[in-house]
């Protein structure tokens, strides 16, 4: 059973840099298919994509946070890595990883994100 | 970058009642778009896939059907468990992106 599991501060300040960790098990990161991305929620509103990270360390980024995002990953400790940069207010919200399976379709490389962790609330505050 | 816009942003339904969102990608996406259900406080679960693919384990009342860039989610006969508000996500091409989401409440 695959699972992904968040963890980080729930609490940070302005303008301070901001690193999430997924926890994977039941899968490898380094299987061929495996891609994990970052999504955010503010509270009440919509999905937003972040990144996503491939089983080859193929990097992608939401454009509009592109500057203040790195995705990184440990295949060793089954960790990807979220950083992002110059925390504000705005960035409240609840940040997930999800399984996302990353590999050449017909005229794609995804699918839909299927297995999620549970989400980690983070604020930023003073 | 592809835009996902659904519609409607919310509605008001009884169970039993047959319902259906749709989701308009700014351009063709083929059948790439993805539809996920989220109750409070939970994450998002994938329903279908690939626009038209149920996933194992879901309720055979939900259905998705379109291509190019219109979609449509529909559940045949509304049951208490699906109040909730639910996402389409396009995977057709960088940067993945979802729509902004249609609440479902009870009437």
């Known amino acids: 059973q695959v699972t992904l599991r968040e963890s980080g501060p729930a609490l940070v300040k302005p303008t301070e840099t901001l690193t999430l960790t997924c926890t994977v098990s039941?899968?490898?990161?380094?299987?061929?298919?495996?891609?994990v991305s970052w999504i955010r929620q503010p509270p009440g509103k919509a999905l937003e994509w972040l990144a996503i990270i491939s089983s080859s360390d193929e990097e992608s980024y939401n454009p509009s946070l592109r500057s203040r995002l790195t995705i990184s990953k440990d295949t060793s400790k089954s960790q990807v890595v979220l950083s992002m940069t110059n925390m504000d207010p705005d960035d409240t919200a609840t940040y997930f990883c999800a399984r996302t399976p990353y590999y050449p379709r017909s005229r794609s490389y995804f699918t839909g994100m299927d297995v999620w962790g549970h989400g980690t609330t983070v604020t930023v505050s003073s | 970058d592809v835009q996902m816009t659904q519609s409607p942003s919310s509605l008001s339904a009884s169970v039993g009642d047959r319902v259906s969102i749709t989701c308009r990608a700014s351009?063709?996406?083929?059948?790439?778009l993805n539809w996920y259900k989220q109750t409070p406080k939970e994450a998002p679960k994938l329903l279908i896939s690939?626009?038209?693919n149920s996933r194992s384990g879901v309720p055979s009342r939900f259905s998705g059907s379109g291509s190019g860039s219109d979609f449509t989610l529909t559940i045949s006969s509304l049951q208490p468990e699906d109040f909730a508000t639910y996402f389409c996500?396009?995977?057709?091409?960088?940067?993945?992106?979802f729509g902004g989401g249609t609440r479902i409440e009870m009437k």
């Open positions: 690939d626009a038209s």
């Open positions: 039941g899968v490898s990161l380094s299987n061929v298919k495996m891609g």
């Open positions: 996500q396009q995977s057709h091409s960088l940067p993945l992106s």
């Open positions: 351009r063709n996406i083929y059948n790439y």
